[in-house]
């Protein structure tokens, strides 16, 4: 079993910057690849940003690309994702993801383990 706690969210001006971090805490970390979605009120989940567990390989939704960046320090058992350039559209619950897929999977059924997720406001 794998505990996953996000945090960093709040509440920002478009074009401001926010780091959240997915601490882990249970089963070994190092061992998952991880992901973070977003749900908007209304929408479905959607991915933003996945790292297989060696930190070697990411993927990001083309909505972020090139303004979020992902990654992860397995000794500290925690993942951060770097949001530059934040744009109302962001706005969204974001959550973490755990899974035992070896790439960074975009799909959230294959992801095993989830965060309570943290709020993301950006205003315009």
């Known amino acids: 079993q794998v505990q996953l706690v996000e945090s960093g969210g709040g509440l920002v001006h478009a074009g401001d910057s926010l780091r959240l971090s997915c601490a882990a805490s249970g089963r070994t970390f190092s061992g998952y690849a991880m992901g973070w979605f977003r749900q908007a009120p209304g929408k479905d989940r959607e991915f933003v940003s996945a790292i297989t567990w060696s930190a070697g390989s990411t993927r990001y939704a083309d909505s972020v690309k090139g303004r979020f960046t992902l990654s992860r320090d397995n000794a500290k058992n925690t993942a951060y994702l770097q949001m530059n350039s934040l744009k109302p559209e962001d706005t969204a619950v974001y959550y973490c993801?755990?899974?035992?897929?070896?790439?960074?999977?975009?799909?959230?059924?294959?992801?095993?383990?989830w965060g309570q997720g943290t709020q993301v406001t950006v205003s315009s």
């Open positions: 993801a755990a899974t035992n897929m070896v790439l960074p999977t975009t799909l959230p059924y294959e992801y095993i383990y």
